[in-house]
């Protein structure tokens, strides 16, 4: 069974930055896509980034410019760089991937707090 585990959340002052990071249990050179999904309190679980084998990106509106995803295969890891957190960003993130087959895993999450 996969695994993935987020680390790297915590609490930073608006203007500050993060870098979160998953670690997935196999090699992610054969996930379709990996990403990074958050959730606030009282809200629906929403897309933040995305990033496919070939390297194709993508971003939610709301964090273009400001965050950036990107993986490193051999450490089987996918890092999520956060700059200029706004006390909007705060949430749980996960680490979400994709198999080529449909098959979908999830980490536990992790807590960003961003204060004003």
């Known amino acids: 069974q996969v695994q993935l585990v987020e680390s790297g959340g915590g609490l930073v002052q608006a203007g500050g930055s993060l870098g979160l990071s998953c670690a997935a249990s196999r090699t992610i050179f054969n996930f379709r896509r990996m990403g990074w999904y958050r959730q606030a309190p009282g809200k629906q679980r929403e897309l933040v980034a995305t990033i496919t084998s070939g390297g194709s990106t993508n971003y939610a509106d709301s964090v273009e410019g400001r965050f950036t995803i990107s993986r490193d295969n051999a450490k089987n890891t996918v890092y999520l760089q956060m700059d200029s957190l706004k006390p909007e960003d705060t949430a749980v993130y996960y680490c979400?991937?994709?198999?080529?087959?449909?098959?979908?895993?999830w980490g536990q999450g992790t807590q960003v707090t961003v204060s004003s």
């Open positions: 979400n991937a994709r198999t080529y087959s449909g098959a979908e895993y």
